[in-house]
């Protein structure tokens, strides 16, 4: 259980935070990580050091938004590894501001990197899958946003819960070839993309940052804890590892009990 010996696993948005941990646990799980990022420097740094520890990685710049960048991005890992068999479609960025301020061009861009970002990088991957029959697995970072809502965050509570959707139909359509998708959904993890909302909440709600995290971010916890990148990177490499289609088209909280559906 929760091995990936020799697996080639492509993870988005692996430069930094929740999706730097997951590569970094597929490759001490034996998985050959694809460290896809924007920031091209970044995924460079998380690959040499995932070889640096033995393990076997390949850093790729690619915006996930970007139709070419992506087919020609899945095109270069596979001309290098031979196969993709696991994809983490984890990119994501947060943008915060109530509905009535929202600026068009945000809600776009958002929704952009975490639905095109998700479907491309599903389509590319899946194609390589489909070929080979050999099975895959599709993980998707979702969010206790893809089950419930908070203010300032229309674009994100939408994209987190149009993950759903997308994992639901994959596995309809992937089971033709034994590739399983399923969703992760954490509660707040401290990443950049939390560290950066703790103020703009701030002066948003009218609150202190202490306030923010106490009243806003983890009020409905059962423990009051933060969600950490070891718990996420640990339940998306069991959904990745897992070995039949008893588990496909599902979603799984990790959110101290802040979601229990
Ligand atoms: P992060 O900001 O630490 O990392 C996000 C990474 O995505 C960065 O390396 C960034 O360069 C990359 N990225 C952004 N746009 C991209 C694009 N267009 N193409 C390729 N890469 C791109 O954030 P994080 O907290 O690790 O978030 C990762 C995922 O986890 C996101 O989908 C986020 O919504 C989700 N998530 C985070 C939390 C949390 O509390 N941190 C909770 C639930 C879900």
């Known amino acids: 259980m929760n091995r990936l010996d020799g697996k080639v696993c492509v993870v988005t948005g692996a430069a930094s935070g929740i999706g730097r941990r997951i590569a970094e646990v597929y490759a001490a799980a034996g998985g050959r990580v694809v460290v896809a990022d924007l920031a091209a420097e970044a995924a460079e740094t998380v ?19 970007d ?3 992506v087919v020609d991005g899945i095109a270069r890992a596979i001309a290098h590894y031979g196969r993709i068999d696991v994809l983490v479609a984890n990119a994501g960025i947060q943008i915060v501001s109530p509905i009535v301020d929202f600026d068009f061009a945000d809600w776009k861009r ?21 070929r080979r029959r050999e099975g895959g697995a599709i993980v998707y970072m979702g969010s206790v946003h893809s089950h419930l809502a908070s203010k300032l965050k229309a674009p994100y509570v939408t994209a987190k819960h149009g993950l759903l959707g997308l994992a639901r139909a994959v596995a309809k359509e992937g089971a033709e070839y034994g590739v399983r998708a399923n969703v992760v959904c954490p509660g707040f993890v401290r990443t950049p993309l939390v560290e950066k909302q703790i103020p703009e909440q701030a002066q948003a709600l009218g609150l202190s940052e202490d306030e923010v995290v106490r009243q806003v971010m983890l009020k ?34 990790v959110s101290h009990g802040w979601a229990m559906q």
């Open 67 to 69: 139709e070419a960048q």
């Open 47 to 65: 690959a040499a050091g995932i070889r640096a520890t033995g393990g076997d990685a390949l850093a790729l710049a690619m915006d996930v938004a």
């Open 220 to 253: 409905d916890t059962v423990d009051g804890e933060f969600t950490t990148l070891d718990d996420v990177a640990n339940v998306a490499l069991m959904l990745a590892a897992f070995e039949t289609n008893a588990l496909t088209g599902q979603s799984l909280n």
């Open 110 to 130: 958002l929704l952009a990197i975490h639905l095109d970002g998700a479907f491309l990088t599903t389509r590319e991957c899946l194609r390589d899958m489909a």
